[in-house]
């Protein structure tokens, strides 16, 4: 199973639909235990105190019970189950069942929340010191994983996405809002459902005055421009042009704010093979329009690969059924911006 995951991490931004029970696992323990887990053997590798933080706080997540959720597959909507319960009983039939484990509550489609630490470990390496007091925007957050954790932290953690899995999963008062973190610390979580900045009311409901604004396999090149022609639903369609896209994250940063686009990415296919979009993990946006957008490019398209094998190994990703060699199937690239203080 953790193949699966791992296929989706880096394959895909969107799943048409899930099996009832397509992502409990047998061959670990899951939910929080296994992400303490993972905690343990990152520990050694990661070399911050952003990064060392972020994993110690895996102690702080609540555990979750089994949800129910209901899935309409012709609306592709997702349902909580007192929702679908109020449903007559012909448009009932009609729905799919999803039991909706710790596991997936954490991981979501996409794996480990605590591969999280490999964009931490560059935002370290350039300044950034803690999440006390900060506010970060995840754009394609996927699953409330991270932001809980930056949350529990004290940071004001907000993410968005469109994926209609995240708001019936996420629907229990405890999911977001005030998080109590002791000794002191008054983190928050929001997770909001829409295209931004496409959507107007996203748009206003996202906000401004963020510290950091990060963005994890998501905003890839392969995705958002792809160099061959793709189907249309391996891809990400912003809604909006480059220079409206970068100047709207501008927009909503603080003076002295960040942009982290991290990616990681499968090896790219040959040309005689059919184009893996998830594969090119360099900005979508050319270094020009950051700058003309006003941004300082701190860092354009770099390389992490070496770390994220490392992460893979610990993690397991090169074990099991469907392993990868993280050598020769994986790589990272990343890009960083900030917005000038003074401006
Ligand atoms: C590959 S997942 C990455 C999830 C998470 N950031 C991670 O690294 O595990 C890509 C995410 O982008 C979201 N997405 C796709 N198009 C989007 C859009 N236009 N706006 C916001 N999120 C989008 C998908 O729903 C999905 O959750």
Request: hydrophobic share 40%.
């Amino acid at each position: 199973m953790r193949r699966r995951l791992l296929v989706l991490l880096i394959s895909t931004p969107l799943l048409p639909s899930l099996a009832a029970t397509s992502l409990s696992r047998n061959d670990d323990p899951g939910g929080i235990i296994r992400i303490r887990r993972d905690a343990d053997r990152l520990a050694p590798l990661v070399k911050s105190e952003l990064s060392r933080g972020f994993l110690e706080a895996t102690t702080q997540l609540p555990t979750v019970a089994p949800r129910t959720l209901y899935q309409d597959p012709v609306r592709k909507v997702f349902l909580t189950e007192s929702a679908a319960e109020k449903l007559d009983p012909s448009a009932f039939a009609g729905l799919k069942k999803v039991s909706a484990d710790e596991t997936l509550y954490y991981n979501t489609k996409y794996g480990s929340p605590l591969a999280y630490v490999l964009p931490l470990e560059q935002l370290a390496l350039a300044g950034f010191k803690g999440w006390e007091g900060r506010k970060v925007l995840d754009f394609g957050y996927g699953g409330v994983g991270p932001l809980r954790l930056m949350a529990t932290l004290g940071a004001d953690a907000v993410g968005v996405d469109v994926d209609p899995l995240l708001p019936a999963l996420y629907s229990a008062p405890s999911d977001q809002g005030v998080i109590e973190t002791a000794p002191g610390a008054r983190g928050r979580v929001t997770l909001i459902d829409g295209r931004f900045p496409f959507d107007p009311t996203t748009k206003a409901n996202v906000g401004q005055g963020y510290d950091l604004i990060l963005s994890k396999n998501t905003l890839k090149r392969g995705y958002v421009h792809p160099d061959r022609p793709t189907d249309k639903r391996r891809l990400i369609d912003l809604g909006v042009d480059d220079a409206t896209f970068v100047s709207t994250l501008y927009s909503a940063l603080k003076p002295g704010g960040r942009v982290l686009i991290y990616n990681l990415c499968p090896a790219p296919s040959s040309s005689d093979k059919p184009f893996i979009p998830a594969a090119d993990g360099r900005s979508p946006f050319d270094r020009s329009v950051w700058e003309a957008a006003g941004f300082r490019v701190l860092a354009f398209d770099k390389d992490d690969s070496t770390a994220a094998r490392a992460l893979a190994r610990a993690l397991e990703w090169d074990r099991g059924e469907g392993a990868m060699d993280p050598e020769k199937d994986l790589f990272a690239l990343f890009t960083l911006v900030e917005k000038p203080a003074a401006s």
